[in-house]
């Protein structure tokens, strides 16, 4: 390690080192799970893998927290989920990111299919002649373990 220069206290060397690695790893977490661009010193071909499992891994979560929307999307579900966990970074939790994902989609006209799309937006409960999507299968655990802990 090196020493700190004359008048430089060894505190202010290590908070310049934390904000140096915090900064750096700011920079790879937005590379792997935003969009952003590599950062310098790091394998692009490394990174790549890791975004695409990242962004894999997201898709299969997307589809168990709302398994209707595989369903509605049918093959291009895969696809459309992957850039979408590509482009976007995870904000919220996962359910949220559940109905970003159809929020975006919307938006942006895809699919081309208006009965697909009109199931896209009764998922999300904005079609009046729908009923919005149940919960999550994870939400209805949480909740039987609260009913279940006040009947207890």
Same mark, same amino acid.
């Given at each position: 390690?090196?020493?700190?220069?004359?008048?430089?206290?060894?505190?202010a060397?290590?908070?310049?080192a934390?904000e +140096?690695?915090? @900064?750096a790893q !700011?920079a790879?977490?937005?590379? &792997? %799970?935003a /969009?952003?661009p590599?950062?310098?010193?790091?394998?692009a071909?490394?990174?790549?893998?890791?975004?695409d499992?990242?962004?894999?891994?997201?898709?299969?979560?997307?589809?168990?927290?709302?398994?209707?929307?595989?369903?509605?999307?049918g093959?291009?579900? +895969?696809?459309? @989920?992957?850039? !979408?966990?590509r482009a976007r970074p &995870? %904000?919220? /939790?996962?359910?949220?990111?559940?109905?970003?994902?159809v929020?975006a989609?919307?938006?942006?006209g895809?699919p081309d299919?208006?009965?697909v799309r009109?199931r896209?937006?009764?998922?999300?409960?904005e079609d009046?002649?729908?009923?919005?999507?149940?919960?999550?299968?994870? @939400?209805?655990?949480?909740?039987?373990?609260?009913?279940?802990?006040?009947a207890?």
């Amino acid at each position: 390690m090196a020493e700190p220069s004359p008048g430089t206290s060894p505190g202010a060397t290590t908070d310049a080192a934390r904000e +140096r690695l915090g @900064a750096a790893q !700011h920079a790879l977490l937005a590379a &792997l %799970t935003a /969009g952003a661009p590599d950062p310098p010193g790091f394998d692009a071909a490394r990174l790549r893998v890791q975004r695409d499992v990242l962004a894999g891994k997201r898709a299969d979560v997307l589809a168990k927290v709302a398994p209707e929307l595989p369903v509605i999307l049918g093959d291009s579900y +895969r696809r459309l @989920a992957l850039a !979408h966990a590509r482009a976007r970074p &995870l %904000t919220g /939790g996962h359910r949220q990111d559940a109905a970003a994902f159809v929020r975006a989609l919307l938006t942006e006209g895809v699919p081309d299919d208006p009965a697909v799309r009109a199931r896209l937006a009764g998922w999300l409960g904005e079609d009046p002649g729908t009923t919005p999507a149940p919960p999550g299968r994870f @939400a209805r655990l949480r909740r039987g373990t609260r009913t279940q802990r006040k009947a207890g």
